[in-house]
């Protein structure tokens, strides 16, 4: 629980105020690719953090960064809810995506600290429980909240939840990494194994794939809000109705995946999750092109984040096998390309103003392309590095 509490950190600092981004822009007066903006400096913060806290982490042990990251979080997150303008709150975000990076690496390198193989792509499915609360709820939360209270409540809230995890994690979180199991050396040592990881095609190719279908699906998380209530004209509450609906069913599929991946293996089930996103990409751009109406759209969105619940999991795990010496900076480079495409994204999609649907069905077809290609080719590469020995 803890775990997925701390890897949810994404989900918690994107989605829960996702239903005021409207408010924001109002009440700051910008466009809303300046409100998007807000979520790319989260992104960037979140991708950076990781950056630094994963190979930290292999030479310092798990817990020392994850306290001063929590501690962090907290602070940030109330900075935000003061923020005085839009570009005050762009850089709040950015320090406070920066902390929460921490994390969510780490979360992810305490998993393969205690499990391998086939079992750490199940503990990594069973994660998404929990990780699934975060935007089941958060948006759900976030939207009755603006009954209440502005978007700068609902940061108000977010520092109150950092202060509750560094409590509990400083309670109940031992040390995963003993002091005869961490990289010795200087800085130079402890970041050598990202250049060695990225030398890696393997790994490259399909950590690069797991980001971009993490694009595809941020893609939709960044300008759903726009296309349902400024397009469509629904209400800040029916957006987290059907947002939570979506994360459903990515908590399904991840689930299903979980119980999948001894018969099938990770890597398989990592294609099939792009096979589905490549599918809903093409929907999406379909009916937004032929102006299908909302009954057609809501199908094509429920698949693009079913598929990514079997997908993530199951690329994290694919990704990070072989790597029991540099785990915390493998979790890193997967955590950098994650969160610095959902950067990319966020602004993509709102580059037609708040009343286009188009750019984000344009952001997500293409990702979602673009990832299942290079799977192939990457699992084509694979498949001859076996045959070879």
């Given at each position: 629980?803890?775990?997925?509490?701390?890897?949810?950190?994404?989900?918690?600092?994107?989605?829960?105020?996702?239903?005021?981004?409207?408010?924001?822009?109002?009440?700051?007066?910008?466009?809303?690719?300046?409100?998007?903006?807000?979520?790319?400096?989260?992104?960037?913060?979140?991708?950076?953090?990781?950056?630094?806290?994963?190979?930290?982490?292999?030479?310092?042990?798990?817990?020392?960064?994850?306290?001063?990251?929590?501690?962090?979080?907290?602070?940030?997150?109330?900075?935000?809810?003061?923020?005085?303008?839009?570009?005050?709150?762009?850089?709040?975000?950015?320090?406070?995506?920066?902390?929460?990076?921490?994390?969510?690496?780490?979360?992810?390198?305490?998993?393969?600290?205690?499990?391998?193989?086939?079992?750490?792509?199940?503990?990594y499915a069973t994660l998404m429980i929990?990780?699934?609360?975060?935007?089941?709820?958060?948006?759900?939360?976030?939207?009755?909240?603006?009954?209440?209270?502005?978007?700068?409540?609902?940061?108000?809230?977010?520092?109150?939840?950092?202060?509750?995890?560094?409590?509990?994690?400083?309670?109940?979180?031992?040390?995963?990494?003993?002091?005869?199991?961490?990289?010795?050396?200087?800085?130079?040592?402890?970041?050598?194994?990202?250049?060695?990881?990225?030398?890696?095609?393997?790994?490259?190719?399909?950590?690069?794939?797991?980001?971009?279908?993490?694009?595809?699906?941020?893609?939709?998380?960044?300008?759903?809000?726009?296309?349902?209530?400024d397009v469509y004209g629904l209400s800040?509450?029916?957006?987290?109705?059907?947002?939570?609906?979506?994360?459903?069913?990515?908590?399904?599929?991840?689930?299903?995946?979980?119980?999948?991946?001894?018969?099938?293996?990770?890597?398989?089930?990592?294609?099939?999750?792009?096979?589905?996103?490549?599918?809903a990409g093409a929907a999406t751009l379909?009916?937004?092109?032929?102006?299908?109406?909302?009954?057609?759209?809501?199908?094509?969105?429920?698949?693009?984040?079913?598929?990514?619940?079997?997908?993530?999991?199951?690329?994290?795990?694919?990704?990070?096998?072989?790597?029991?010496?540099?785990?915390?900076?493998?979790?890193?480079?997967?955590?950098?390309?994650?969160?610095?495409?959902?950067?990319?994204?966020?602004?993509?999609?709102?580059?037609?103003?708040?009343?286009?649907?188009?750019?984000?069905?344009?952001?997500?077809?293409?990702?979602?392309?673009?990832?299942?290609?290079?799977?192939?080719?990457?699992?084509?590469?694979?498949?001859?590095?076996?045959?070879?020995?």
């Amino acid at each position: 629980m803890i775990l997925g509490a701390l890897a949810a950190f994404g989900p918690l600092s994107t989605d829960a105020y996702l239903p005021g981004l409207p408010q924001l822009t109002r009440d700051f007066g910008a466009p809303a690719w300046a409100a998007q903006l807000t979520l790319t400096a989260s992104m960037l913060g979140i991708a950076f953090g990781q950056l630094i806290a994963g190979p930290s982490s292999d030479s310092l042990g798990r817990r020392r960064p994850l306290l001063a990251g929590l501690v962090g979080y907290a602070v940030a997150s109330a900075a935000c809810a003061a923020a005085p303008s839009v570009a005050a709150l762009i850089v709040m975000r950015v320090i406070q995506g920066f902390a929460g990076g921490v994390g969510i690496v780490i979360a992810r390198a305490i998993v393969r600290d205690r499990f391998e193989g086939t079992d750490a792509a199940k503990m990594y499915a069973t994660l998404m429980i929990v990780t699934g609360v975060a935007p089941i709820c958060a948006p759900l939360v976030g939207g009755q909240a603006l009954r209440f209270t502005s978007w700068r409540g609902i940061f108000v809230g977010l520092a109150v939840i950092g202060v509750v995890l560094l409590v509990v994690v400083a309670l109940r979180l031992p040390e995963t990494v003993g002091p005869d199991e961490r990289r010795g050396g200087g800085l130079g040592d402890t970041f050598r194994p990202l250049a060695q990881l990225l030398a890696d095609p393997v790994f490259a190719a399909t950590a690069l794939a797991f980001s971009l279908a993490f694009g595809a699906m941020f893609a939709n998380i960044s300008g759903l809000s726009f296309v349902l209530e400024d397009v469509y004209g629904l209400s800040p509450q029916a957006f987290s109705l059907v947002f939570s609906l979506n994360a459903c069913g990515l908590v399904a599929a991840s689930q299903i995946g979980g119980r999948l991946v001894a018969r099938f293996g990770a890597p398989a089930l990592f294609r099939a999750g792009l096979t589905g996103i490549l599918l809903a990409g093409a929907a999406t751009l379909t009916v937004t092109l032929t102006g299908a109406g909302l009954a057609f759209l809501l199908p094509s969105l429920f698949l693009l984040m079913s598929s990514g619940g079997l997908a993530m999991p199951n690329g994290m795990a694919t990704a990070m096998h072989g790597r029991e010496q540099v785990l915390g900076s493998a979790a890193a480079l997967l955590g950098l390309g994650q969160f610095g495409l959902g950067a990319l994204v966020a602004p993509l999609v709102g580059v037609g103003g708040a009343h286009d649907a188009l750019p984000m069905a344009i952001v997500i077809a293409t990702c979602g392309t673009c990832a299942f290609a290079l799977e192939r080719a990457t699992a084509r590469r694979r498949a001859l590095v076996s045959a070879h020995g």
